[in-house]
């Protein structure tokens, strides 16, 4: 019998495979639940917050008729990680898509009583809360929950990076209208999204041949209500001339995690409005 050769937008079907995001509950993480279990994935919710994360569930039953899972996790924690696999195989027996958008991300905040960011004075603990998170967070679960794939002989992780993991931080942007500054985007941000790409080239050749595929999605800055002027300045700065909206992200999550990218792995996949391009 001749083999089925999937083309065209059925190769863009997640039907029964199962998705596990970390930070789930997030503002993106919530954006890639939904489009998995729209393209027909069975979707774990994954993230510290074990609330948000049921909130999250509750509302993907609202809108299909496909099961879901809450799992508090803490990425940090080798333990908690296992656990969370332990968790999806015990209820779903594989795991079949892992997206990484656990992440901490200092945002901008004009006011004079923000915490500290100026390179000089940027604390150790903050640099190393957002290694620990966004680095070896996704170092942990990329063990963890890649070594399932790697038995299954099949799997894709994307792990979400960042423009800022490409390119240095244009700081000019965080300007405050009158030239003054008192935020600056870190060197911890920028550092840990940078292994995050280093990283995934390593889980993509190293288990390249178990049939583990791993690419990194890199977002450009999403829209969620900033000040005016810096939605002006970061706009000015972008070929597109806008924010991306948090919906827009998650066609290219979906086509990383589905058969559409089946050749695709070690690659950094930039939805950025064009800004990675100057």
Not at 48 to 71: F, G, I, K, R, Y
Not at 234 to 242: D, F, K, L, N
Request: aromatic letters at 8%; hydrophobic letters at 40%.
């Amino acid at each position: 019998m001749a083999k089925h050769v999937v083309r065209g937008l059925e190769r863009f079907r997640l039907d029964n495979r199962v998705a596990v995001v970390t930070g789930g509950a997030g503002l993106l993480g919530q954006q890639f639940c939904h489009a998995l279990a729209e393209a027909g994935a069975i979707v774990v919710v994954a993230d510290s917050n074990h609330e948000a994360t049921l909130a999250v569930t509750s509302a993907l039953s609202h809108s299909t008729d496909l099961p879901s899972l809450a799992v508090e996790v803490d990425v940090k924690d080798p333990k908690s990680v296992d656990e969370l696999r332990r968790s999806v195989l015990g209820h779903f027996d594989h795991i079949d898509i892992l997206i990484n958008s656990a992440a901490i991300n200092d945002r901008f905040d004009p006011s004079p009583d923000a915490a500290p960011s100026r390179f000089e004075d940027y604390p150790l603990q903050m640099w190393q809360d957002q290694l620990q998170v966004n680095l070896t967070g996704t170092f942990l679960t990329c063990q963890s929950l890649g070594s399932q794939m790697a038995k299954q002989g099949s799997g894709s992780i994307i792990n979400i990076g960042s423009t800022y993991g490409l390119v240095a931080p244009d700081q000019r942007i965080y300007q405050n209208p009158d030239g003054s500054q008192q935020f600056f985007k870190s060197a911890g941000y920028a550092a840990s999204k940078g292994g995050v790409v280093m990283l995934t080239r390593f889980v993509a050749t190293y288990w390249g041949q178990q049939g583990v595929r791993a690419n990194v999605l890199c977002p450009g800055g999403v829209a969620q209500q900033q000040a005016p002027h810096f939605v002006s300045q970061y706009a000015s700065r972008t070929p597109m001339g806008r924010m991306a909206q948090p919906e827009e992200i998650t066609g290219a999550a979906v086509f990383l995690a589905s058969e559409a990218s089946a050749y695709m792995t070690g690659a950094v996949l930039s939805v950025d409005g064009g800004w990675t391009a100057w």
